[in-house]
């Protein structure tokens, strides 16, 4: 006879023990069952919607007006440049100005002792005023044996040698005057005045000692700035562009320092060379610029822009849209429903921070500009600031 249900209850704590494991294990199952069956619904789910979108920075194609340029790289050269000399001997007693000044036309440079000067003009006055003396003596007699003469008094080669005789006296007195003016040449060179407006260099000769009159090593350099000279070479290639702008009207010119953020100063290009150099086939140019904040310097190297003309509704790109891959270069274009295409594209040429595009894009279209590495066509994008 099989027990019932009460009195296998009944009958202890072992039987009570087992029906609760039964029932503890009924739990636990179940408790799986939920949990895998919410897993595999969370991974349809996941997979219903698709993988998470890329976060990109994107840019607007924009199409403006963009000026056509030669680039190439310059060096600034003084509008004029002065070795200042010694135009006579002595010893320099005052320098008048400090390495690196800006100077004035006219200013003082140096000194020259003068006293050996001084008494040289003294003599030579002094010497033009005797040989004054006996010019006007001489003319003088000239004219009393002139008069004599008309008279028949003296002889006529009386008066020739007495006309001789004064003659001498004017070019002796010439003479003087010559030295006269030569003395007071040198008194004014013992004061070495700077023969342009520019920049003192460094002192070659410094004050206290002898210089000779020109000699080989200046006392100083001197470099005009206002204006100033920027010289570059661009290929032979362009020298027929620039010839027919140039006859269209003044070409526009900018430079900036290499190496720096400084903004490109402005100037007039005034000069084409009269012949190609054979041995680099390129053709050298030069600008001229005002320079009045002293932007550029001599030495420098900068870069140099011309521009030719104003390229109208041309298209543009940050260039770091551009890409370059096996088949050439390519941008990522972002679509209405924010997913990647590929379009391949023909970049004419590059302008600062922007790509000009010839053929494959439209003004108003999305570019990606950032974050291409995780791109494919297709790929769900989602624009961030960048």
């Known amino acids: ?55 990109v920075s994107v840019a607007t194609v924009v199409r403006q007006d963009v000026p056509v340029r030669l680039q190439s790289i310059g ?4 509008f004029a440049t002065v070795a200042v000399k010694a135009r006579v001997d002595g010893q320099i007693v005052e320098v008048n100005f400090k390495e690196g000044q800006e100077v004035r036309q006219g200013s003082v440079l140096f000194k020259i002792d003068p006293r050996p000067f001084e008494a040289a003009l003294r003599q030579a006055e002094a010497n033009f005023l005797k040989d004054t003396a006996q010019k006007d003596q001489a003319r003088s007699q000239e004219r009393r044996y ?32 010559a030295g006269l003016d030569n003395a ?17 260099g460094k002192i070659q000769i410094a004050k206290g000692n002898l210089v000779k009159a020109n000699d080989t090593n200046p006392l100083l350099v001197l470099n005009q700035v206002h204006p100033i000279y920027v010289s570059f070479a661009v290929p032979e290639q362009r020298l027929a562009a620039i010839r027919s702008y140039m006859a269209k009207g003044s070409l526009v010119v900018e430079a900036a320092p290499t190496g720096t953020d400084k903004r490109a100063v402005s100037g007039t290009l005034i000069f084409v060379d009269n012949a190609v150099d054979q041995t680099t086939g390129t053709i050298k140019l030069r600008g001229l610029f005002q320079n009045k904040d002293n932007a550029l310097w001599p030495g420098q190297f900068v870069n140099v822009s011309v521009k030719l003309y104003e390229q109208k509704n041309a298209v543009l790109v940050p260039t770091q849209a551009v890409q370059t891959g096996p088949d050439g270069q390519y941008v990522f274009v972002v679509k209405p429903d924010m997913t990647t295409e ?9 302008d600062g921070d922007n790509a000009i595009i010839a053929t494959g894009l439209k003004g108003g279209e999305q570019v990606v500009t950032r974050g291409q590495l995780r791109l494919a066509p297709g790929v769900k994008v989602t624009p961030v600031k960048s």
């Open 1 to 55: 006879m099989k027990p019932s249900l009460h009195s296998f209850i009944a009958s202890g704590a072992p039987g009570r023990r087992t029906l609760i494991g039964f029932a503890g294990l009924a739990v636990f199952g179940g408790a799986l069952l939920v949990h895998f069956a919410a897993g595999t619904s969370a991974q349809e789910s996941k997979a219903a919607r698709g993988p998470a979108a890329v976060p």
């Open 184 to 200: 007071k040449l040198n008194l004014e060179y013992c004061t070495i005045l700077a023969p342009i407006e520019g920049f003192t």
């Open 342 to 350: 590929v379009r391949k594209v023909t970049v004419d040429r590059s």
């Open 146 to 177: 002139q008069e004599l003469l008309q008279k028949n008094f003296v002889s006529k080669e009386a008066y020739a040698q007495i006309r001789t005789n004064a003659d001498t006296a004017e070019a002796v007195a010439q003479a003087s005057r």
């Open 75 to 78: 060096n600034v050269e003084p």
